[in-house]
């Protein structure tokens, strides 16, 4: 079945620095990718929806400058958490819609941040 | 307004209990599809089920079933003789096909005690 693969799992940096995290689809073409993020014990707030070759959309209230996100191929969206502050430490989902007929969405693994 | 309700907050059973885990949605769009994810404490989110606008069929996968109520836009989830390892956060999820929108609810928090 459809994959995704996201890295790192966890990270750890220091505030100031910038961060990035790699969504790849394994076995489809991902024509458009989803990032998430989820604080703790709550719900994932969708954070952008990013299109292969074109600009990300941005959900309101989540900073473009901050989060740079970049679908530069069918199989590979990135986000670059910009100078990072404790903040900005959360958990961090992406999913790509394998779309057809089947319609559905796969997961990343989910990366947890954690700025000092 | 919330596009997808989750009521419950957290649950706590003992196992071999029932336990239905509530979930409402709200939509404009004619076309849409309906999920439940189970996400346990390691974070990942596991797919249970999806079900698209137009089938209101309710269905059942081992211990578990749903219910869709389309006249309430409704979407529960049973789970029957609770385990302790259904311990996990549940989301009900929405997927807006023609304005090209994915929702989660808040979650609801399911604890089954030995």
């Known amino acids: 079945g459809a994959v995704v693969s996201q890295h790192p799992s966890r990270v750890i940096c220091k505030s100031g620095t910038s961060v990035k995290i790699e969504c790849r689809s394994l076995d489809f073409q991902a024509t458009t990718m989803f990032w998430y993020r989820q604080f703790p014990k709550q719900s994932l707030m969708l954070m952008a929806t990013?299109?292969?070759?074109?600009?990300?959309?941005?959900e309101q209230g989540v900073e473009k400058d901050k989060f740079l996100i970049n679908h530069a191929s069918l199989t590979l969206s990135t986000l670059t958490v910009t100078s990072a502050h404790p903040e900005d430490s959360s958990f961090y989902i992406c999913?790509?819609?394998?779309?057809?007929?089947?319609?559905?969405?796969?997961f990343g693994s989910g990366t947890r941040l954690t700025v000092v | 307004a919330q596009k997808v309700t989750q009521a419950q907050t957290e649950i706590s059973v003992v196992e071999k209990e029932d336990v239905t885990l509530d979930c409402v949605y709200e939509?404009?769009?004619?076309?849409?599809?309906l999920f439940w994810y189970k996400q346990p404490p390691s974070g990942e989110l596991v797919f249970l089920i999806r079900r698209n606008s137009f089938d209101e069929q309710n269905e059942i996968s081992g211990r578990y079933s749903w219910n869709f109520q389309k006249s309430t836009s409704s979407f529960n989830f049973t789970i029957t003789a609770s385990q302790v390892v259904d311990s996990a956060v549940y989301f009900c999820a929405l997927d807006e096909i023609n304005f090209n929108k994915f929702y989660f609810g808040s979650g609801t928090k399911l604890n089954v005690k030995p």
């Open positions: 990013s299109n292969e070759g074109s600009k990300a959309t941005y």
């Open positions: 999913s790509a819609r394998t779309g057809g007929a089947s319609r559905g969405y796969t």
């Open positions: 939509t404009r769009d004619t076309t849409y599809y």
